[in-house]
């Protein structure tokens, strides 16, 4: 099976649900969980899974984004991965940590792009007035939030949402979703999935 390496920045529920589905005659594995927080909630969660762990803490490096990669870059290279998803991890990588992984790292992001690259995705789709929302699974090129997409999901936004209640309902089609695109992808599949 494919090698998979997950990164991630908080509670990684994202890299639960893609966990959880590499099993059986999945086409992947999970090889490790890596975070640049190591309070991130996510670690113990991955570890009672049983997929090894990594933190690498980007506050020493105090902005010099090259070093921090290259750190984090050791135990990902040592866990030899296929692909790398990104699952909530919040840091921008730079243009030389991009192309090493071209073609093989894919990112969730919670809204549907090309709209609200960046954050505040969900306020900000509340504040134009969007009947819709959502997330896309891309791949990951040098400009933060584009690259070819994956997979798309729709959800309607609702009159009394508010920016969290419109977060929760996307991220129940995020965990849909990244499992959805990663066994595709996993298998060699590009083609996007539309949920
Ligand atoms: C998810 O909603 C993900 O789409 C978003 O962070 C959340 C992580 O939740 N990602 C970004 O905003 C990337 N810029 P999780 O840790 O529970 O998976």
């Known amino acids: 099976p494919k090698r998979v390496a997950i990164l991630i920045s908080g509670g990684g529920s994202n890299m639960i649900r893609l966990v959880e589905s590499m099993e059986g005659d999945h086409p992947a594995r999970a ?10 909630a996510g670690l113990e969660r991955a570890a009672r ?20 990669e290259a750190e984090l870059l050791k135990p990902i290279l040592a866990a030899k991965p296929d692909i790398l998803c990104l699952a909530g991890f919040m840091r921008v990588l730079t243009p030389a940590f991009v192309a090493r992984f071209e073609g093989r790292m894919l990112n969730i992001h919670p809204s549907l792009l090309p709209l609200y690259p960046g954050l505040h995705t969900h306020q ?16 990951v090129t040098a400009v933060l939030d584009t690259g070819p997409i994956l997979g798309q999901a729709r ?10 209640t419109l977060a929760a309902r996307v991220l129940g089609m995020e965990h849909r ?18 949920l």
């Open 31 to 40: 090889v490790l969980v890596a975070s640049n927080d190591a309070s991130a």
């Open 177 to 194: 979703l990244y499992p959805a695109v990663l066994r595709r992808f996993a298998a060699g599949d590009r083609s996007p999935v539309w």
């Open 49 to 68: 899974l049983g997929v090894p762990t990594a933190a690498i803490d980007h506050r020493p490096f105090k902005g010099d984004r090259a070093a921090f």
């Open 124 to 139: 900000r789709a509340l504040d134009a007035g969007d009947a819709e929302a959502g997330c896309t699974v891309h791949e």
């Open 155 to 164: 959800v309607a936004v609702e009159p009394e949402d508010t920016a969290e």
